[in-house]
């Protein structure tokens, strides 16, 4: 599976962003997916999954939602309500069993995309 994200950019606090990953090569409909985030001098953390039921850090519920399409075979974080500390690169990955599992067992990932919120 290749994993392309987009729609990262600069924002002020409050603003809103949608971020997509567009895989190919393999259907997301037989993938759990998941969005991770790391900030400079931080470990990279998972922000939302989808499969099963959908998971969100704590940090973001309520402001970010992922959904997938899988006719588009896309995945999408909409993230409202942003905050500085939002502010990082943010990755999409996406495994047949879970993303809630140590990073380097995660099948596949893609390039960042780079989220900056302004105070």
């Known amino acids: 599976v290749q994993l392309q994200a987009s729609g990262g950019g600069l924002v002020q606090a409050g603003g809103s962003l949608r971020l997509s990953c567009a895989a190919s090569?393999?259907?997301?409909?037989?993938?759990?997916m998941g969005w991770f985030r790391q900030a400079p001098g931080r470990e990279r953390e998972l922000v939302a999954s989808s499969g099963g039921s959908p998971y969100y850090a704590d940090s973001v519920k309520g402001r970010f939602t992922i959904s997938r399409d899988n006719a588009k075979n896309t995945v999408y974080l909409q993230m409202n309500s942003l905050k500085p500390e939002d502010t990082a690169v943010y990755y999409c990955?996406?495994?047949?069993?879970?993303?809630?599992?140590?990073?380097?067992?995660?099948?596949?990932w893609g390039q960042g995309t780079q989220v900056t919120v302004s105070s």
């Open positions: 990955a996406a495994d047949l069993r879970t993303v809630r599992r140590d990073l380097a067992s995660i099948d596949y």
């Open positions: 090569g393999r259907a997301i409909s037989n993938y759990y």
